[in-house]
């Protein structure tokens, strides 16, 4: 009896404990901290693309969210300096990215902060060295993308090859479910929206088709999760590097500049629009605003645009 009970009473103890820690620190913080984030990136996806597009799943999508269309893109308007802005808070003066050439052994100007290996701060690593438990995962089809990430904070990571991505999504969901008990982040990106604008024109019917396609995807994504009860405590966020005009991007029109970007989920203003200054540079701070990561790295400039949240009465 005794030996039954004993492991029981210390079971309840931690437990009383541990459940104690995380009101604590959500009180702290005001808010939930949340279950999962889910990064939807797709390529190249202009402002105007946004608008003209037919994108049924994104719409619902977003019913539960903020959506701004004014967010900047930092300069260069090219992919790799915009991505890793993105998941690191920073923009190329900080993380040195200045373009799709970057790589670990060679750039021009090191990271003004590195980790052992030489990489600069990813919310990955701030969500690894925050719970012991995070999982992690980077699902992307084009290659260069991940080599500003140190991979030793990724549990998962995927690569498709010639703009498939299908394979991709079916993965970060799987893992999404198989991980729903944990904290968890997700990186789902594809190319293929933006490789539609360089091969037939920002704007041209095969770059709005791309769009729609990845809609399509995105909604069977979505109702997967739902089907496995955990889409109404994920956060979402809906991402892009820069826009696009004629067959290419890399310059400071509004066309290539300016961007969409949503995020959605528990604690975020429904149905909304955000209209305060946002940049790419912001998505990791928010990120980590929503899991209640503490340290944040001295060299990240992101700011956590406030309007996003839900205000209670
Ligand atoms: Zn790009």
Redesign the pocket.
Known sequence: MQKIFKPLVIAAFLFTILIGCSSDCEEEIGFDIAERVIVLGL??FSVEGFNTAKHPNLDRLLKDGTLSLTTRSVMPS??LPNWTSHMTGSGPEQHGANGNDWTLDKHPLPPIEQDDYGYYPSIFKLLKEQYSDAKTAYYYNWGNLINPINQKYLDEISFQENDEYIENYKKAEAFAIKHKNDPTLIFLYSVHT?HAGHNYKWMSPEYITAIEEADVKIGDFIDGLKQAGIYDDTHFFLIT??GGIGKGHGGMSPNEMLVPWAVTGPGINKDAKLTDPNFNTNTAMVIARLFGCEKIPKSWIGQVPESIFEVDD
Do not use: E, I, R
């Open positions: 390529d190249g090219v992919t933006d590097d820069h």
